[in-house]
Nanobody, 128 residues
């Protein structure tokens, strides 16, 4: 069965860095775009970034551009999110998710209904 397991969250100081990982199994990882999304308690889910199946293109929400970098290692079935210059407003539960569509060719935000599997989330807290 499909499993997505996030790790790497924790407490960071403003200006600090964290690297999130998402270990995928149960499907052909290299055939699907992957997504990072986040949720603050009491607020809606927010798309953060995504990457095409072959890693050839990426996209970011405006608030993280220039600070976050999404990447993937298809040989290791792992998705990453390098988060630098962290801000308190980055505090959230971060999820990785799998695209429902195989080999999507465009990046960017799509309806969350187009994600068919989600991880359990990893908490990121940015505070001094």
């Amino acid at each position: 069965q499909v499993q997505l397991v996030e790790s790497g969250g924790g407490l960071a100081q403003p200006g600090g860095s964290l690297r999130l990982s998402c270990a995928a199994s149960g499907f052909t990882f290299s055939s699907y775009s992957m997504y990072w999304a986040r949720q603050v308690p009491g607020k809606g889910l927010e798309w953060v970034s995504n990457i095409l199946s072959d890693g050839s293109d990426t996209a970011y929400t405006d608030s993280v551009k220039g600070r976050f970098t999404i990447s993937r290692d298809n040989a290791k079935n792992t998705l990453y999110l390098q988060m630098n210059s962290l801000k308190p407003e980055d505090t959230a539960l971060y999820y990785c998710a799998k695209d429902r569509q195989r080999r999507r060719t465009v990046v960017g935000a799509i309806p969350f209904s187009e994600y068919d599997y989600w991880g359990q989330g990893t908490q990121v807290t940015v505070s001094s």
